[in-house]
């Protein structure tokens, strides 16, 4: 089981699970609201990780005879249910503070997004005269402005380099790839190296070009700049 990352938790509901789940009983002397806390804190979860078997992390699997062999911390019952209790208390307050943050959170992407759009299509005169755009979903534009198709602006450069990609070593260039981006920067660690010899000098990124991606991902940047 993935328990290094807190695949495991006490059920408050009765039923039946699949087989891809190994279902454990306390004893009495033990309050399962207060073991649900305890065998997720992070030095449970790290040693769980360290009695895992597996090739990459991805893989790792705690069985349980390993899970057995765990060390418990174990206060008397009614102290582990005044533990469980306080934790249930103050977990939901913060749990409530962290909602008012996202909501906080939210609106403020939302200002962010909406000085963004104007500024892009109205400008930063608020007394600019407008003149319409003669596209209806575009709306007004500045009067001094021009509306132009994006291919008068942009050139296509390709779409990505094919070459095998291989370890880092000399004479390797990065490429990034669809998991190198991620919120709006590039992680070095996720991208990978082809062989200079390999990759035409048209294909080399340029501060100011924009990726845009071909694959219909969730997680995948649909578009982005590269600032160099």
Do not use: C
């Not at 597996?54 to 062999?69: A, M």
């Not at 208390?89 to 909406?114: F, G, N, V």
Request: glycine letters at 8%.
């Amino acid at each position: 089981m993935l328990a290094w990352k807190r695949g495991l938790g006490v059920s408050k509901f009765e039923g039946i699970v699949s087989p891809a789940y190994s279902v454990f009983r306390f004893f009495e002397s033990a309050n399962p609201d207060y073991m649900h806390y305890l065998l997720r804190i992070d030095l449970y979860t790290g040693h769980f990780k360290t009695r895992s078997t597996g090739v990459i992390d991805s893989r790792l699997r705690l069985y349980p005879d390993s899970f057995f062999d765990t060390s418990l911390i174990v206060p008397p019952l009614p102290e582990q249910t005044q533990i469980a209790a306080f934790l249930d208390h103050e977990t939901a307050k913060i749990d409530r503070l962290i909602e008012k943050q996202q909501a906080l959170i939210s609106l403020l992407k939302e200002k962010r997004q909406a000085v963004i759009s104007h500024a892009v299509t109205k400008g930063l005169n608020p007394h600019a005269p407008l003149k319409d755009s003669g596209i209806k979903w575009l709306g007004q534009v500045p009067a001094h402005w021009r509306v132009l198709g994006l291919g008068k602006v942009v050139d296509l450069m390709a779409n990505g380099s094919s070459a095998n990609q291989t370890d880092e070593a000399p004479n390797t260039v990065a490429v990034t790839r669809i998991e190198s981006i991620s919120g709006g920067t590039l992680n070095f660690e996720k991208v990978g190296y082809v062989r200079r010899a390999e990759i035409p000098s048209g294909y080399r990124l340029q501060p100011g070009d924009i990726l845009f991606s071909n694959i219909n991902l969730n997680s995948a940047v649909e578009g982005w700049f590269w600032r160099g």
